[in-house]
T-cell receptor, first 112, second 111 residues
Framework: NAGVTQTPKFQVLKTGQSMTLQCAQDMNHNSMYWYRQDPGMGLRLIYYSASEGTTDKGEVPNGYNVSRLNKREFSLRLESAAPSQTSVYFC???????????FGSGTRLTVV | EDKVVQSPLSLVVHEGDTVTLNCSYEVTNFRSLLWYKQEKKAPTFLFMLTSSGIEKKSGRLSSILDKKELSSILNITATQTGDSAIYLCAVVGGSYDKVIFGPGTSLSVIP
């Protein structure tokens, strides 16, 4: 019963490099989300996917792209990393409606 | 614009104290309010509140929602060092079906 699995757990990138953060859930949830968490700013929504085949921008989408590959997987891509994207990234999923989130364990990304 | 506000942003108490954390919101199409505890890694779920005036309780933690005042409180009695964490309030609703998080309250319990 893995829940939400994120990879990698840690990553260091140079400015301008690209990478993809992977997220998979095994709870048959419809909705999946990517957040970033910075000190004093709480969790800010980057992108979300309300169902397979759909994606929408959240509060801070600039510099990111996402893919909802199937119901289980939702990836986040940084095409050209910038130091401002240094953060902790959380993937989450939920059933929808009033249901709360289940979070992945997070990815700590540093861009130098 | 939808928003969730928490206060205080940080708090230091001694073991055995009782603390009250506050959350207020301005969210369209409110559905529910969630409390999470975040220690070193991912947030873990504490409570979901949908109805005003009904207290949810789990051990030393309790929470209640006031829809009229658009707010909620989280109480922790007889605090322990293990309660040290960031407590996140989140509201389900908004212009699209998303969960909006507050900035969190950082609680430190010292022996």
């Amino acid at each position: 019963n893995a829940g939400v699995t994120q990879t990698p757990k840690f990553q260091v990138l140079k400015t301008g490099q690209s990478m993809t953060l992977q997220c998979a859930q095994d709870m048959n949830h419809n909705s999946m989300y990517w957040y970033r968490q910075d000190p004093g700013m709480g969790l800010r929504l980057i992108y979300y996917s309300a169902s397979e085949g759909t994606t929408d921008k959240g509060e801070v989408p600039n510099g990111y792209n996402v893919s909802r590959l199937n119901k289980r997987e939702f990836s986040l891509r940084l095409e050209s990393a910038a130091p401002s994207q240094t953060s902790v990234y959380f993937c989450a999923s939920r059933t929808g409606g009033d249901g709360g989130y289940t979070f992945g364990s997070g990815t700590r990304l540093t861009v130098v | 614009e939808d928003k969730v506000v928490q206060s205080p942003l940080s708090l230091v108490v001694h073991e055995g104290d009782t603390v009250t954390l506050n959350c207020s919101y301005e969210v369209t199409n409110f559905r529910s309010l969630l409390w999470y505890k975040q220690e070193k890694k991912a947030p873990t779920f504490l409570f979901m509140l949908t109805s005003s005036g009904i207290e949810k309780k789990s051990g030393r933690l309790s929470s209640i929602l006031d829809k009229k005042e658009l707010s909620s409180i989280l109480n922790i009695t007889a605090t322990q060092t293990g309660d040290s964490a960031i407590y996140l309030c989140a509201v389900v609703g908004g212009s699209y079906d998303k969960v909006i998080f507050g900035p969190g309250t950082s609680l430190s319990v010292i022996p």
